[in-house]
């Protein structure tokens, strides 16, 4: 079978001379225009866009046309900070690490209420408060990537204003990877040989109806469900040469085909794009629905999703225990000993199609998670309760116990304890 994007052509439009390394030539609708320009002054920039849609490139690209040394970038990842001194301390060091770095914050609005609010003065004054020696900050640029608009994240409760005025004067809107149609296939490439050099493959592109199926793809999860898609049909055929939209799991008629919106300024910063969390709430609606209505077996849902978590953890923090324990909030024992059994059931789930789209926003939100806040299998066995409840009417108490995976006793006392969780709100 031949493709419509040859090699050589392919290695054309993957190239990143204008960006960074091992991005490729996207201009993201004028947001790359704007972060070039920005870079000649020294205002805190908040770079906002979902999930996966390259808001680290844009921050790196912005280091870049500062003229600042390549490594005087600093990332400072939020989702790993936990409690309020240690979150401060971190800050600290990474401000005070090197002067005429640029520090980008990943996620702020996942730090503790009181640091981001310490953060918001000492960048409005670039002083140190007086308990930390009071002394003015050394040369320093702030980029900060959110996940939505500053003003979504403020009324949701998650970002404080102060520290939302701080990065309020010119963001940038990063648009989702369907609105920049020219540069999916560009992605895909760029994905395909990198993935493709980790594993030592020599796959050679895509199909014609692959590539016509990424191009009506929806993304939801962008750059990130793009990579997610590729890295999995690769384990499933390594000795494929062609990757189709089969393999890809980009199926005609599904959610994964559904049509592409418009992206226009007001959408930018109006519009808040589903949160992976949110995806999945819809996702296992959907299966739990096609299982009442006989379109599905019924699934050890509960089971498969505390694996999910478990496997997708894991992978989070490159296979330690002790680090995946702690975003689960288990003991490194627990992780240990519920890996062999969550790998050998990772083949029925795998072998089951309608599984897919769950296991992949599972990975997508996890990647997400921030150390703090409620227990993610809690979220995850709660999420899955209220779905099961609400099926009460067409599903007997029978079949809700087989797809929680428990026992009746069991299935009962979750339910208690999640009626009270849930009551006070």
Not at 154 to 159: D, K, N, R, Y
Not at 268 to 288: C, F, G, N, T
Request: net charge positive.
């Amino acid at each position: 079978m031949t493709a419509s994007l040859p090699r050589d052509k392919l290695s054309r439009t993957t190239d990143a001379r204008s960006g960074p390394a091992g991005y490729v030539l996207d201009n993201m609708e004028g947001a790359v225009d704007q972060a070039r320009f920005l870079a000649a002054t020294d205002m805190p920039l908040a770079i906002i866009g979902a999930r996966g849609t390259g808001k680290l490139y844009l921050a790196k690209l912005y280091h870049q046309a500062s003229g600042a040394a390549p490594d005087a970038l600093r990332l400072m990842d939020c989702r790993e900070c936990r409690g309020r001194d240690e979150s401060w301390r971190r800050l600290l060091e990474a401000m005070l690490a090197a002067p005429g770095q640029t520090l980008v914050l990943k996620s702020p609005q996942l730090l503790h209420p009181e640091v981001q609010k310490r953060l918001a003065r000492l960048i409005a004054t670039r002083r140190l408060p007086a308990q930390d020696g009071g002394d003015y900050l050394p040369p320093l640029r702030f980029a900060a990537l959110f996940p939505a608009s500053l003003t979504a994240l403020v009324e949701a409760g998650e970002l404080q204003a102060r520290l939302a005025s701080v990065f309020a004067g010119h963001p940038i809107h990063v648009p989702p990877l369907r609105a920049r149609p020219q540069a999916i296939l560009r992605w895909a490439g760029k994905i395909l040989q990198q993935e493709s050099a980790r594993r030592g493959s020599r796959l050679q592109g895509y199909t014609p109806e692959a590539e016509q199926a990424m191009r009506r793809h929806q993304w939801h999860g962008n750059l990130s469900e793009l990579r997610q898609r590729v890295a999995r049909a690769m384990e499933r055929r390594p000795e494929a040469d062609w990757l189709s939209a089969a393999d890809l799991q980009l199926y005609e008629g599904g959610r994964s085909a559904a049509p592409a919106t418009l992206w226009t300024l007001q959408t930018a910063a109006d519009v808040l794009a589903p949160s992976a969390w949110e995806e999945l709430q819809i996702a296992l609606a959907e299966l739990l629905q096609a299982i009442v209505a006989g379109d599905c077996d019924d699934l050890p849902l509960g089971q498969w999703l505390r694996d999910e978590l478990l496997l997708a953890s894991l992978a989070r923090y490159a296979g330690v225990a002790s680090q995946a324990a702690r975003l689960v909030q288990t003991s490194p024992r627990n992780v240990q000993r519920w890996y062999p059994a969550a790998r050998q059931r990772d083949v029925e789930r795998e072998a089951c199609v309608e599984w897919s789209e769950t296991r992949r926003l599972i990975q997508d939100w996890v990647r997400g998670l921030g150390l703090e806040g409620e227990s993610p299998l809690l979220r995850l066995e709660s999420l899955l309760l209220s779905r099961l409840e609400a099926c009460s009417d067409r599903l007997p108490m029978a079949r809700r116990v087989g797809l929680l995976g428990v026992s009746r006793p069991t299935y009962q006392k979750r339910l208690r304890e999640y009626e009270m969780r849930e009551s006070p709100r």
